[in-house]
């Protein structure tokens, strides 16, 4: 089996070979559901298909840096995954509809989760804008100033 083809593959588990160590059972989850949508490309395809089912030339449009083959791959991916359908609607001209599974589906609360985190942390960011979140030490990495006197340099009144 070539690299590519172990790269499409999905345990039954979901989880990815050698993933979930037996102290680690509620980390497992979050390992299993990033090894499906754990790529930039991935979740844009799930995010997308969450307004409708869209052919391929639709999606490849709806982002100048994706390609055809990463589109292609991509959905590949996602299909047997679970969480694309992919569904021929008419073979003159060759028309393929893509559409969220009902897993797929389960994935548009945290997509849009993400989405409204990204708006909120990093296009401030990209910007030049500062995020909305109020400024304390621990978040921007500094730490609070602890002034200590030094009992040499401290002079006692007699």
Same mark, same amino acid.
């Given at each position: 089996?070539?690299?590519?083809? $172990?790269?499409?593959?999905?345990?039954?588990? %979901?989880?990815?070979?050698?993933?979930?160590?037996?102290?680690? =059972?509620?980390?497992?989850?979050?390992?299993?559901?990033?090894?499906?949508?754990?790529?930039?490309?991935?979740?844009?395809?799930?995010?997308?298909?969450?307004?409708?089912?869209?052919?391929?030339?639709?999606?490849?449009?709806?982002?100048?840096?994706? &390609?055809?083959?990463?589109?292609? =791959?991509?959905?590949?991916?996602?299909? &047997?995954?679970?969480?694309?359908?992919?569904?021929?609607? $008419?073979?003159?001209?060759?028309?393929?509809?893509?559409?969220?599974?009902?897993? %797929?589906?389960?994935?548009?609360?945290?997509?849009?989760?993400?989405?409204?985190?990204?708006?909120?942390?990093?296009?401030?960011?990209? $910007?030049?804008?500062?995020?909305?979140?109020?400024?304390?030490?621990?978040?921007?990495?500094?730490?609070?100033?602890?002034?200590? $006197?030094?009992?040499?340099?401290?002079?006692?009144?007699?």
């Amino acid at each position: 089996m070539s690299y590519r083809e $172990s790269s499409h593959r999905v345990p039954p588990s %979901g989880a990815p070979d050698g993933m979930c160590a037996p102290g680690e =059972a509620s980390l497992c989850p979050v390992l299993a559901a990033v090894g499906v949508i754990g790529t930039e490309w991935r979740l844009a395809i799930v995010h997308r298909l969450l307004a409708g089912p869209q052919r391929f030339s639709e999606l490849l449009r709806s982002n100048a840096r994706l &390609n055809a083959k990463t589109l292609s =791959a991509t959905l590949k991916f996602l299909e &047997n995954a679970g969480v694309v359908q992919r569904t021929v609607v $008419s073979t003159r001209p060759f028309s393929v509809v893509y559409s969220l599974t009902e897993m %797929g589906l389960g994935l548009a609360p945290s997509a849009r989760e993400l989405r409204a985190w990204g708006e909120r942390w990093l296009l401030p960011r990209a $910007s030049g804008q500062r995020p909305t979140a109020p400024k304390t030490p621990a978040i921007q990495g500094e730490l609070p100033r602890i002034v200590v $006197s030094d009992p040499r340099t401290t002079t006692r009144r007699v």
